[in-house]
């Protein structure tokens, strides 16, 4: 079913906004149809036209998630601009967030605690270092590490999102010679981020 309230709008022609997932204070994130290939998707905008380190942020957000080809990243299909605004187009997860899963077992839910043995809750553990290593393999440091983050599919596969406040390390063309990750138009880091600023989410930094 379509959205027929407010929020209900075409994105670049191209992406119908089915239902909005999140918004935070400068963006949002819905689900949407890409009528060109028939599919649904994630679809994150910038909210008004956003001012110049939050689009530089956002920019460099698509630029980073989209060339971290990992199992355990979410994938990337398409950034762009619809008149002002910006939008950044991702693979569509159903499933849960850890966050939710701890909350369900905190709780002891008879079915989140048969679904989520000690064994399973491991093996999600070592996917999400493993995608971990391989941004750090990269020069990339998300930032951001949370449970809210890290997505437990339907399909029980491990996704590591929101790369928003991810920061390249210098030095890339020296790690484990791999290709650099190649970012156009940067904004130096101290205009994104004050000197002594706080990143991240406090509990989990």
């Not at 022609?13 to 890409?34: N, Q, S």
């Amino acid at each position: 079913m379509r959205s027929t309230g407010p929020e209900s709008d075409t994105i670049a022609g191209r992406y119908e906004v089915i239902e909005e997932l999140g918004r935070g204070g400068v963006g949002r994130v819905v689900r949407a149809l890409d009528t060109a290939l028939h599919r649904e998707v994630a679809v994150k905008t910038l909210l008004k036209s956003g001012k110049n380190n939050d689009r530089a942020r956002f920019v460099e957000e698509a630029q980073i998630t989209g060339q971290l080809n990992h199992p355990n990243v979410i994938s990337v299909h398409d950034l762009g601009v619809d008149g002002d605004k910006l939008y950044l187009v991702m693979k569509l997860v159903a499933g849960q967030d850890l966050k939710q899963i701890r909350k369900r077992l905190v709780a002891q839910e008879p079915e989140a605690l048969a679904a989520y043995p000690l064994r399973r809750l491991l093996r999600l553990f070592l996917e999400v270092c493993e995608a971990v290593a391989y941004a750090h393999a990269r020069g990339v440091i998300h930032r951001d590490l949370k449970p809210a983050n890290v997505m437990v599919s339907d399909a029980d596969q491990v996704l590591l999102l929101d790369w928003g406040l991810a920061k390249l390390r210098g030095q890339l063309e020296e790690l484990e010679e791999r290709e650099p990750l190649v970012v156009s138009d940067r904004v130096d880091e101290g205009e994104l981020t004050q000197e002594g600023a706080l990143l991240g989410t406090p509990s989990y930094m």
